[in-house]
């Protein structure tokens, strides 16, 4: 959430990047078909906004409307 403290922020990336190195659980994703990208809360959040700006383009060229 927004104004999250950075130190909540910072431990909680950390926390989700341990476990997603975790063997078990790279195993269990990767037969879900899921292969986890481990960066920094900056990057996270560069890459949410990349990719909301990316489909919303996508969404707005298709003109695509929520039912």
Do not use: C, H, Q, Y
């Not at 950390?14 to 195993?27: F, G, S, T």
């Not at 269990?28 to 919303?56: C, H, N, Q, Y």
């Amino acid at each position: 959430p927004k104004d999250t403290p950075a130190e909540v922020i910072d431990k909680l990336n950390n926390e989700i990047n341990a476990i997603a190195a975790d063997p078990l659980i790279k195993a269990r994703l990767a037969g879900l078909g899921v292969d986890p990208m481990s960066m920094t809360s900056a990057a996270f959040g560069k890459f949410i906004a990349d990719e909301t700006e990316k489909w919303g383009n996508v969404i707005r060229a298709l003109n695509i409307k929520a039912e």
